[in-house]
């Protein structure tokens, strides 16, 4: 046993240990688990398997078998580590890893993909669902088609139509799934239930009418067969659409008006007047959303004062917190004074309350009719804080500077702490005044910490969502602009904006500026890590 | 250049040093002043003008920033305790006192507020505990272990760190959106999803805290525990959580005041009013302050933080540490 454990020991000196001194770290590993981990583990693992295997069965079923396979894998892996009796660095690592790899890491890569998409409403799907969707909305009743009495069937939630054809045939289908034939029990002519479907009652088809109403089940897989539906729940009729689909051509033709609609590699049917039908499908356009938002001149007028904005907007933020915080820092940094410790408690409760709800109290003390800052501190003034493009990029920076003082007050505060007291004295021995003392040799002590911090407070004003969308939203909007866009929008909020309000939502235009947003901050990193050598001294 | 220092010219550093050895010795006058040739008085007479240079612009200074840092905070104390709903009703401060807009707040069947508040504190603390977790074992590994790609690894953190998720945000609704139609359970519109999403930062910023304070635990300890027969799970529980949790627990608090702040995923992902975190409903309670109901939401602004401030103040001392190491606001 001493052997081992010398062994034990040995193995973490620097050096690789070797084969033996591995197999002894192991045994002593496996001998001090005890049965308890042993059994955690065997339960953690078994419900993982579950879920993974049950995941698998999903995906397969519903075809996806990249992600299927790519689950698999991964459940694969994750048991091959944790069974293994080395891999121990990857034991500790595997759990955060896979959260990374998918929401942090493989987000990231999905938008750059997404950039180059036409993604967003009216280009949501496939170019068959796509067809689909377009024959549905132009779904018109065939006059003088017989009717088909009908029994609403329901099978795991999923709504469909149990028919019954003029010569007595009973058919299922659901909106996805065109009509088969069934055998069913039939009632007076009228098919009413078959195996492995809820009939549904009288009052339930009245409860679901809205979604009953909507349902076309396909006649056939061409859609352009027609569907059935029914205004009522016990009787439905044929109906056809009024553009006709001719997949060999890639045309959707109206034949009401006799207009061809084609598909010119645009994500949309287009006529040669260049008429679109929406919804289109998902198509890669490459450079286009980036095109688009530099050379068009509505896109790129916003586009640069956004990112001037946004510069302007961190710069400035990280300045007057900084100066703020280092001269409230000074301020309090004297032993005589009473109270310090008050003062500080006070200070610093800016930074503790949540800053939604700081930015969203700001916002109603800065209303220009009715805020607090105009009716009682200004005595009635009417200062459009909010509502003047110009003030309100003044009252962002207010605003912002009352969250982030206490931050710089209290880093300041411990750096100044920090510079020991004998240099100074050694300065004021010297004859040096209090100013020169502070600028030349504790100024730049203070800055060897704080830089770090400054630059990653500059990154993260760069995207500092929550005060700009809290108190004004961006605004005042900029009616010129074909997006939701306004005078004090950063870059990231012009993201979610353009992404997620508005009438048409565009994640091809927003992932393009999320990508801008991404080399900006690269380049910030770039720097910062060139600047303090941080990389370099990880060990 | 160097003058004899005076009253007057006494530098204002070493003041206090001289009167806190006076205060600790206890001598008398007389001794004193034989002890320090200079002159220093152990007691002078109180003059304005002196006390204002030395400290008295000190303390105008503090009260300024003071009444800055606080007014908006008295104003939304005030107008929650407003009993009128409107923000014209709240500008005269603490003109009436009363509970009715607390009581209205968590009342209202249109403002599912309490459901918000009990959402945010699952969501919050499921990611902290998430995050404590997955980042601690990670910085274990890295601190403690050494692996082929463990450089690759650290840097790849404070790379990837760099970058918000909120940058992808896009990527992050269409993501989970595809998730919903295959597993509704953990998709959009799911608390789960959301702090799964969370998640994926945990090995972020946090994990070099940790990491850091892991690497100031000293090895021998393991080693220690290592020859007694413990292994690497149990030295990881048992004495590395235990002897590193004033870091865990700055690590948990910053992720949960993260998480309560969060709005841009929340606001995407959780669509249905009841599911919604307190930032995300709050936010669009008054997206019109002019007509919403501002003392109710004074109330509802004024309990939110009232846990958050109380957390933060009571470990201040840590989080401050905490800040300092990498994490900005």
Redesign the interface.
């Known amino acids: 046993m001493s052997s081992t ?1 010398d062994e ?2 040995a193995a ?1 000196a ?1 050096q690789r240990p070797t084969k033996r001194q591995r197999q002894a770290a192991n045994i ?7 049965i308890k ?1 042993l059994v955690l583990k065997l339960v953690l693992l078994g419900i993982l398997d579950a879920i993974a295997v049950s ?1 698998v069965f ?2 397969v079923m ?1 075809g ?1 078998w990249l992600v299927a396979a790519v689950v698999a894998l991964v459940a694969a892996v994750v048991n091959w580590i944790y069974f293994s009796r080395r891999k ?2 990857a ?3 595997t ?3 896979i ?2 790899v ?7 890569v ?2 750059g993909y ?1 950039a180059f998409t036409n ?1 967003g409403t009216g280009h949501n799907g496939s170019q068959e669902q796509a067809v689909s969707s377009l024959m549905a909305s132009s779904l018109q009743r065939v006059e003088d088609s017989p009717t088909y009495p009908v029994t609403v069937v329901d099978q795991l939630g999923t709504l469909g139509l149990l028919a019954t054809d003029p010569d007595g045939d009973a058919y299922v289908g659901t909106n996805d799934r065109p009509l088969e034939p069934v055998d069913a029990d039939m009632e007076g002519g009228k098919a009413v239930a078959t195996d492995g479907w809820t009939s549904l009652s009288f009052a339930d088809v009245l409860a679901r009418t809205d979604e009953i109403t909507e349902l076309a089940v396909p006649f056939s897989d061409d859609p352009n067969d027609g569907a059935l539906r029914t205004p009522d729940g016990s009787t439905a009729y044929q109906y056809v659409s009024t553009l006709e689909y001719d997949e060999a051509a890639g045309t959707m033709t109206d034949v009401t008006t006799g207009t061809v609609y084609s598909d010119i590699g645009t994500g949309a049917f287009t006529s040669e007047s260049g008429e679109e039908l929406l919804p289109g499908w998902q198509i890669t356009v490459g450079f286009d959303n980036f095109v688009r938002a530099v050379t068009d001149e509505r896109l790129a007028e916003p586009l640069v004062y956004v990112t001037l904005w946004t510069f302007a907007f961190a710069l400035i933020s990280v300045a007057s917190t900084f100066f703020l915080g280092l ?2 820092a000074i ?2 940094n ?6 310090r410790r008050y ?1 500080r ?14 930015a ?6 800065m ?1 220009e ?4 800052i105009n ?2 501190l200004l005595g009635g003034a009417e200062v459009p804080w909010l509502t003047d493009p110009f003030m309100a990029k003044v009252s962002v920076l207010i605003v912002n500077l ?3 003082f ?2 710089m007050f ?2 300041c505060m ?2 100044l702490q920090s510079i020991p ?1 004998d240099i ?2 050694a300065a ?2 010297d ?1 040096a005044k ?1 100013w020169a003392v502070f600028r030349l040799i504790k100024l730049p002590l203070l800055l060897v ?1 704080v830089a770090p ?1 400054l630059i ?2 500059f ?2 004003n760069f ?1 500092n ?2 005060v700009i ?2 108190l004004t ?1 961006g605004g005042p909007r900029d009616s010129n602009a074909p997006i939701p866009v306004g005078f004090t929008d950063i870059l ?1 909020t012009m ?2 904006k353009v ?2 309000t508005g009438q048409s939502r565009d ?1 091809g235009l ?2 393009a500026y ?1 990508i801008i ?2 080399i900006v ?2 380049v ?2 770039i720097i910062a ?1 060139r600047r303090t050598k ?2 370099e001294e ?2 | 250049m160097a003058k004899k220092p005076t009253k007057e010219h006494r530098s204002w550093v070493e003041a206090p040093v001289v009167e806190a050895e006076i205060m600790a010795s206890g001598l008398d006058l007389e001794a004193e002043r034989a002890a320090h040739p200079r002159g220093v008085p152990v007691k002078r007479p109180f003059k304005f003008g002196r006390w204002f240079r030395a400290t008295g612009w000190r303390h105008i200074v503090g009260i300024v920033m003071t009444l800055f840092a606080l007014f908006p905070i008295v104003f939304v104390i005030s107008s929650s305790l407003n009993p009128q709903g409107t923000l014209t009703g709240s500008n005269a401060l603490f003109s009436s006192i009363g509970l009715e807009s607390y009581v209205r707040i968590l009342t209202d069947p249109q403002v599912p507020y309490p459901q918000w508040f009990g959402n945010t504190l699952i969501i919050a603390a499921a990611t902290a505990i998430g995050t404590v977790f997955l980042g601690g074992l990670a910085a274990y590994s890295f601190s403690r272990m050494r692996f082929t790609g463990r450089r690759f690894g650290l840097i790849s953190i404070v790379v990837i760190q760099m970058f918000p998720q909120m940058l992808a945000v896009v990527a992050i609704f269409l993501l989970m959106s595809a998730i919903a139609d295959w597993f509704p359970a953990i998709g959009l519109n799911t608390q789960i999803g959301l702090i799964m999403v969370y998640l994926g930062g945990a090995l972020g910023v946090n994990t070099f805290l940790m990491y850091g304070f892991f690497n100031t635990i000293p090895a021998s300890i393991d080693e220690a525990a290592k020859i007694d027969g413990a292994g690497h799970a149990r030295i990881f529980f048992t004495i590395i959580v235990r002897l590193a949790a004033p870091i865990l627990a700055v690590v948990a608090l910053l992720s949960f005041i993260f998480t309560v702040n969060e709005f841009a995923v929340a606001s995407v992902l959780l669509i249905d009013t009841e599911k919604q975190t307190l930032a995300v409903g709050l936010t669009k309670l008054v997206s019109n302050p002019r007509y919403a109901d501002w003392s109710a939401f004074s109330a509802g602004a004024v309990m939110a933080a009232l846990p958050v401030v109380a957390l933060f103040l009571f470990l201040q001392k840590y989080i401050v540490g905490g800040l300092t190491a990498g994490a900005v606001k």
Not at chain 1, 28 to 34: L, Q
Not at chain 1, 345 to 358: D, E, G, N, Q
Request: charge should be neutral; charged fraction near 10%.
């Open positions: 454990i034990e020991v973490k620097p002593a590993d496996a001998a001090s688990g005890g981990m995941a999903v995906l519903g996806q121990l660095p034991k500790y690592l759990p955060g890893i959260f990374l998918l929401f942090q890491v493989f987000v990231l999905y938008t997404i993604y001269f409230l301020v309090f004297d032993l005589r004074m009473r109270g003062y408690v006070l200070m610093i409760l800016p930074y503790a309350i949540p800053t939604f709800l700081s969203l109290i700001w916002r109603g003390m209303n009719s009715f805020g607090f009716q009682v009352w969250l982030g206490p931050y209290l880093v411990g750096a007291d100074q004295e004021t021995v004859g209090p910490t911090l990653a407070s990154a993260f995207n969502f929550n969308y809290m939203d990231i993201v979610y992404a997620f994640y927003a992932s999320s947003i991404f901050v690269s910030i990193a890590f941080s990389l990880l060990n």
